[in-house]
């Protein structure tokens, strides 16, 4: 949620013959070079031609082509040798882990995203036996004016996000399902949810029962406010994709009366003190490099330190903030706890609480074992910092 991924929508000379446009929501750049295929193109030659930076437009039938990506992806997770010098870092280390596991995601994410299928400006697929995705379609990329031409990938990405957003996630602290949208941040991981459903409101709620949820997301947290009595809560997010969400998720709660968005800063201009602030920030330091990432990552900490360094001016006397974190950063040996709590203090605050919980998603449990990261994960712990002025 510190940065916005803007869509690349571009006509590169390998497209210019096409009437087509080429399309990326996480801003990839057009292909350099581009070939027709079919499937008489073997999956080692089109994995190949992939690595090679050779996009592949695919012509033949829709259920080929995906039968062609699993292919490659089976080829790409292959493992290969990783070269070393004296003067690398420790490969044992979590951090060179973490670094390594990121350098492979987006690996396969490059190779992978080469093979591209045609959308025509009804969001249809233009190839035999495509399911229809319009509505899939419609709602992650708009009203569009020409054909486009999309990684499969990514269009699998839109379908699966769609079906979410139809299903919606079942929030048991609400008792009810969040939705959440394409290229918006998906609340499946409910401890956290559970930990602001349970923190004790601050004393000033009693007296002013407003609140601001900063990088909103679904809105989850500000519904969960809402829920609890706090009659005005203002949500910002650096996403207006997660904006529209919250506000549609507000409406289908009841609770479009209490929660309103407020615009994408972080915090809300021109708007009075208030008892409490919620910020749920992405939990890792690092740059994202797609949509769903601006959740995950958080670069240079901007979004953490934005909250701390304004939130003791945003608070009326018997106010609080609170600062919803895992310690998988410190784990992992990107961010050290009194980084944090120098971070805190620095910003002319004080922790006067701290409510911990421990993770129940798959990556910490026995399915996640083949996970590289998966023993800081199983070691985890998220909390709810309670901040007040110093």
Not at 60 to 65: E, H, I, N, T
Not at 255 to 264: K, P
Request: proline fraction near 9%.
């Amino acid at each position: 949620m510190s940065d916005t991924h803007r869509p690349t929508t571009a006509t590169p000379s390998a497209l210019s013959a096409l009437p087509a446009t080429w399309h990326s929501e996480n801003g990839t750049p057009p292909p350099r070079r581009l070939i027709a295929a079919d499937d008489s193109l073997r999956a080692e030659a089109a994995y190949r031609l992939a690595c090679e930076g050779t996009a592949l437009l695919w012509q033949g039938a829709y259920p080929d082509a995906l039968r062609l990506l699993h292919a490659m992806r089976r080829r790409a997770e292959r493992p290969r040798p990783q070269p070393r010098s004296v003067s690398d870092p420790d490969p044992d280390s979590p951090a060179e882990a973490f670094r390594k596991h990121r350098r492979e995601r987006a690996r396969l994410a490059r190779v992978l995203g080469m093979l591209l299928v045609p959308l025509d400006t009804d969001h249809r697929v233009t190839l035999d036996r495509a399911p229809d995705v319009r509505e899939a379609g419609l709602a992650a990329y708009g009203p569009l004016l020409d054909n486009r031409i999309v990684s499969l990938r990514e269009l699998l990405g839109v379908i699966g996000a769609h079906q979410w957003r139809v299903r919606g996630v079942e929030v048991p602290a609400l008792g009810a399902r969040i939705h959440p949208h394409y290229g918006v941040f998906s609340p499946v991981r409910g401890e956290y949810v559970d930990l602001v459903a349970r923190a004790p409101l601050p004393p000033a709620a009693l007296i002013h029962p407003t609140a601001h949820d900063l990088g909103t997301g679904t809105g989850v947290l500000a519904a969960v406010l809402a829920r609890r009595g706090l009659r005005r809560v203002p949500v910002t997010d650096a996403n207006p994709r997660a904006l529209a969400c919250a506000r549609d998720n507000a409406h289908r709660l009841g609770l479009a009366g209490r929660i309103e968005t407020a615009g994408t800063a972080l915090y809300p201009p021109g708007t009075d003190r208030t008892a409490l602030v919620v910020c749920n920030p992405p939990w890792l330091p690092g740059r994202p490099t797609s949509t769903l990432d601006q959740g995950v990552y958080d670069q240079d900490s901007r979004m953490l330190h934005g909250f701390l360094d304004g939130l003791a001016d945003r608070l009326l006397p018997g106010g609080e903030g609170w600062l919803i974190l895992s310690d998988l950063a410190e784990r992992l040996g990107l961010r050290s706890r009194a980084d944090l709590l120098g971070a805190v203090s620095g910003a002319g605050l004080r922790v006067i609480g701290r409510l911990d919980t421990v993770p129940r998603h798959p990556r910490a449990t026995g399915t996640g074992r083949s996970d590289p990261l998966h023993r800081a994960r199983a070691d985890e712990v998220t909390s709810l910092w309670r901040l007040a002025p110093a």
